[in-house]
């Protein structure tokens, strides 16, 4: 019961924000594969998405996923029978389920509890660790924030272990929707109490807030990614969803037009400019050191998780971006 009352209680209060301006100073001179992406995305050619030899190459390795903030609630829903008949709950499955078909071994991360990303960083660093194979990195949201404090806590050993990274929709530079629920008294009340009782700390709702090089000390962080990012494939994934909300037509959602992610994303952009996927802006999840994809019409959740709403094939984003990543370390 506590998962669903988070989940309503989370889109009454995004219905009301404000949000401040990102203060992201990403470098945008990565290099962009958005149309490569693209093509493959809209290509109804399976060969062309998946080639077989990329199945063979794929079984030298062991995927990990890393899921992202709440990633205990949402996986709990599954123990719910409406959840489970609605797909509810299903974050990285059929992802997992599709590799199991091709003979590649792959994990999902899981946290007894949800902390900063330093500290669920060991249970990242504990699977790559306990991999006989050498790992790709799959890592979604805040996932990706803790992915990358696993990394930069591996010795020269464990670290020669990762030969891609995959961020999907991670918010390097925070959200500004992580700010309101932190700075606005009444979502700040309903977080601490709400948090602790799903085992979520309010400190890991915390390091989602935006950030920047002058005010957060990033340098480190960055330059770290800079020079993985010339070591091993390294993707970013960012997205952006332009469909306004009609505030006049307040049963929007109810007509499947839209996600709960609507309301949020709309207020992002109205306001403060900025393209988002209605919790992250574009901007903040290019990561330093990175090629990136940019895509449009794609919400924060569907890439990693089943959604009634809006029609997305994840096998197909994932055979993509890991046959970019696979593409992109014959290159290195």
Not at 73 to 79: A, E, H, N, P, Q
Not at 215 to 236: C, R, V, W, Y
Not at 263 to 272: A, G, Q
Request: glycine share 6%; charged share 20%; net charge positive.
């Amino acid at each position: 019961m506590n998962h669903f009352l988070f989940i309503l209680g989370f889109i009454s209060l995004t219905a009301v924000t404000n949000f401040s301006q990102a203060d992201s100073s990403v470098d945008l001179n990565n290099k962009n594969i958005s149309s490569k992406y693209e093509n493959s995305m809209n290509t109804s050619d399976a060969q062309k998405v998946w080639p077989a030899k990329y199945s063979v190459e794929l079984k030298k390795y062991k995927i990990i996923f890393v899921p992202g903030f709440l990633s205990n609630v949402i996986i709990g829903l599954g123990s719910h029978s409406l959840a489970r008949f609605a797909k509810l709950g299903e974050y990285y499955d059929e992802q997992m389920k599709w590799l199991s078909s091709i003979g590649v071994e792959s994990e999902r991360v899981e946290y007894f509890y949800e902390g900063t990303p330093g500290e669920n960083a060991p249970y990242v660093l504990s699977a790559v660790m306990r991999s006989s194979k050498p790992v790709i990195l799959v890592a979604h949201s805040k996932g990706g924030l803790d992915a990358i404090q696993a990394l930069m806590a591996m010795d020269d050993t464990v670290l020669k272990k990762i030969r891609g990274f995959l961020a999907i929709q991670v918010p390097f530079y925070g959200s500004p929707v992580a700010d309101s629920f932190t700075e606005i008294k009444t979502k700040q009340y309903f977080a601490k109490w709400t948090l602790p009782k799903l085992n979520i700390s309010f400190a890991a709702l915390e390091s989602l807030k935006t950030r920047s090089d002058a005010t957060d000390n990033l340098e480190a962080e960055a330059l770290f990614l800079n020079s993985l990012g010339k070591k091993i494939p390294f993707i970013s994934f960012a997205s952006y969803k332009s469909k306004k909300i009609d505030f006049t037509n307040p049963w929007q959602l109810t007509t499947g037009q839209d996600t709960i992610m609507f309301y949020s994303r709309t207020i992002m952009e109205r306001d403060n400019g900025l393209k988002n996927d209605g919790l992250v802006p574009v901007k903040s999840a290019i990561l330093p050191g990175s090629n990136y994809i940019v895509a449009e019409n794609v919400d924060h959740a569907v890439p990693v998780m089943y959604c009634q709403i809006l029609r997305f094939d994840r096998i197909k984003f994932l055979k993509t971006t890991l046959r970019l990543l696979l593409d992109q370390k014959n290159k290195l």
